[in-house]
């Protein structure tokens, strides 16, 4: 287990913080995509991120994962120190959005792609994942190639390959997304199993309301395009979860807060882009 609860008891917080985003701001040539982004992130908790398409989520987490510096000015700070987002290139677990497994590469050997990066040599770090397998439901399948997998499979297979890299942090940018309704309820139930029994902090982006209270500790509802916070709401719901929870009362008081602040935002982005379309 983690420990949650660090802090002097004369600190208001009762959690320590690993990741924490101070007036980060990001522009692309002309587009704002992030502006004045604020968020903390304490150390074991499971935060969804939602938020109109463009709003700049997958931005967010490249920059987390190192991948993009923030404008001049934006403050990063990991396990409490300031950090430039390059400093956290390889520090985090990062799934990204599109991410795609090697059709050459059969599935232990995708799986261990990140390792094998990292310097693990290859026999060490099959063995490995190969005792991971049956946690991800990929038993009997290591020699398999990609093509030969369900869409869940591959999902499991991208997720393993995250997992493998053992980082305190791990950001998921959509990664049911491209599932049908039914594999993504599995994938979702098997997901909280796996992050029950393996603790880790799971910063998770979804476009699915349901999704993201069903999973999150809290949801971070962004606002459209230049994205920022819109609101925050702590998901108050018992652990282990069922899947019969998104029909109780306080499950649904939370949908209906967020929906209201996700559809504001939704208009928002839909109205500037019709203009936009209308100005060409
Ligand atoms: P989301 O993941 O919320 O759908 P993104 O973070 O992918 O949104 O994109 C936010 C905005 O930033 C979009 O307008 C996108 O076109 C722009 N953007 C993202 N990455 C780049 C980049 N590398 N170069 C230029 N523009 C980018
Ligand atoms: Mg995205």
């Known amino acids: 287990m983690l420990q949650r609860e660090g802090l002097s008891g004369t600190d208001s917080n009762p959690t320590t913080p690993i990741l924490e985003l101070r007036n980060v701001n990001?522009?692309?040539?002309?587009?704002?995509?992030?502006?004045?982004?604020?968020?903390?992130?304490?150390?074991?908790?499971?935060?969804?991120?939602?938020?109109?398409?463009?709003?700049?989520k997958s931005t967010l987490?490249?920059?987390?994962?190192?991948?993009?510096?923030?404008?001049?000015?934006?403050?990063?700070?990991?396990e409490q120190r300031s950090v430039h987002a390059s400093d956290l290139l390889g520090r985090v677990s990062f799934m990204p959005q599109r991410d795609l497994l090697f059709?050459?590469?059969?599935?232990?050997?995708?799986?261990?792609?990140?390792?094998?990066?990292?310097?693990?040599?290859?026999?060490?770090?099959?063995?490995?994942?190969?005792?991971?397998?049956?946690?991800?439901?990929?038993?009997?399948?290591?020699d398999h190639y990609p093509h030969q997998l369900s869409g869940g499979m591959r999902q499991r297979v991208a997720l393993m390959r995250t997992f493998l890299f053992k980082r305190e942090l791990m950001l998921l940018?959509?990664?049911?997304?491209?599932?049908?309704?039914l594999t993504r309820a599995m994938m979702q139930r098997w997901l909280l199993d796996v992050w029950?029994?393996?603790?880790?902090?799971?910063?998770?982006?979804?476009?699915?309301?349901?999704?993201?209270?069903?999973?999150?500790?809290?949801?971070?509802?962004?606002?459209?395009?230049?994205?920022?916070?819109?609101?925050e709401q702590r998901v108050d719901l018992p652990r282990p979860r069922s899947p019969d929870i998104v029909t109780s009362p306080a499950f649904i008081e939370i949908k209906r807060?967020?929906?209201?602040?996700?559809?504001?935002?939704?208009?928002?982005?839909f109205t500037a882009a019709t203009s936009t379309e209308y100005a060409q």
């Not at 987490?61 to 990991?78: H, Q, S, T, W």
């Not at 990292?118 to 990929?138: D, I, Q, S």
């Open 26 to 56: 990001k522009t692309f040539g002309s587009v704002t995509a992030l502006r004045d982004f604020h968020a903390s992130v304490a150390l074991g908790e499971f935060v969804t991120v939602v938020g109109p398409s463009g709003c700049g």
């Open 257 to 269: 807060t967020l929906l209201a602040a996700i559809e504001e935002e939704s208009m928002k982005s």
């Open 103 to 142: 059709s050459w590469r059969t599935v232990i050997d995708n799986a261990i792609l990140a390792l094998e990066v990292e310097g693990v040599p290859r026999k060490a770090a099959r063995a490995e994942a190969l005792r991971l397998l049956p946690e991800f439901g990929l038993a009997g399948f290591a």
């Open 61 to 78: 987490f490249n920059m987390v994962a190192g991948l993009e510096e923030p404008d001049v000015g934006g403050i990063l700070r990991f």
């Open 173 to 181: 940018d959509e990664p049911f997304g491209a599932l049908d309704a």
């Open 196 to 231: 029950q029994k393996n603790r880790r902090t799971i910063l998770f982006i979804t476009h699915d309301v349901d999704e993201a209270i069903f999973l999150g500790d809290r949801v971070v509802v962004m606002t459209a395009r230049p994205g920022a916070v819109k609101l």
